[in-house]
């Protein structure tokens, strides 16, 4: 899941500066795991503006705020609520933010939220970046553990010259990313994967914006 954290409510006057009629959107997958964007926060930030003098035109939670076609459905079924909106605020990742841009063009979308990585959930309110969406996995010979992710220099051929007693040289309380794909190597009876060098990687899959479409459960990517 995608993770993001509220911005300062002066930041966010900022960008409503002038801005009387205010349209919200808020998103119950990834913002409401992350107590940023769903039904709660929506209300919040309702009351928030009523008192900074703005009039909520609509307040609208989605399923999916990342769904550009669910999005577009719900503001047609609300034409008639946002014809004088000024501004929409959008408490979802950026992904939300683009989406309402598109639907509607004509009127300017700010984000609420801060959108910060991909995340793996530990438990309820706990999240750890999981992975960096780097466009050519090579967990297949990392025994499932990325150094991309893990490592903060994303050395793909580790480990580098700073490891002390198995923790990183960037953040001592956090153990070497190299000597934990090590040791799950080792467990799983597959060290000699350890004697591949990886080549570069092909930062050519990363290309934006990136555009997949499914078909038949084929994948094919456009650039």
């Known amino acids: 899941m995608i993770t993001t954290k509220k911005k300062e409510l002066k930041t966010i006057l900022e960008y409503l500066e002038g801005k009387k009629n205010i349209l919200l959107i808020g998103c119950g997958a990834c913002a409401e795991q992350c107590m940023t964007g769903g039904n709660k926060e929506l209300l919040e930030m309702a009351e928030i503006l009523k008192k900074e003098g703005k009039n909520i035109v609509d307040s609208l939670l989605l ?11 719900e503001l047609r079924q609300r034409k008639k609520e946002i014809e004088n909106t000024d501004a929409v605020l959008i408490l979802s990742c950026g992904v939300g933010v683009s989406c309402a841009t598109e639907a509607l063009p004509k009127v300017p979308s700010y984000p609420a939220l801060d959108t910060l990585f991909l995340a793996r959930v530990e438990r309820h309110g706990h999240f750890t970046e999981g992975c960096s969406l780097c466009g050519e996995c090579v967990l297949a010979f990392t025994g499932g553990i990325c150094p991309i992710t893990y490592c903060p220099k994303g050395i793909l051929n580790g480990p580098c010259g700073g490891v002390v007693d198995g923790m990183c040289e960037a953040d001592i309380e956090t153990p070497c990313a190299w000597v934990a794909i090590y040791t799950r ?3 799983i ?3 000699e994967d350890l004697k591949r060098t990886a080549p570069p990687k092909d930062h050519s899959m990363k290309r934006k914006p990136g555009k997949v479409v499914v078909k038949r459960n084929d994948f094919k990517k456009i650039y």
């Open 63 to 73: 399923e999916e705020a990342c769904y550009s076609l669910l999005l577009k459905k």
């Open 185 to 187: 190597l080792k467990e």
């Open 189 to 191: 009876g597959r060290l």
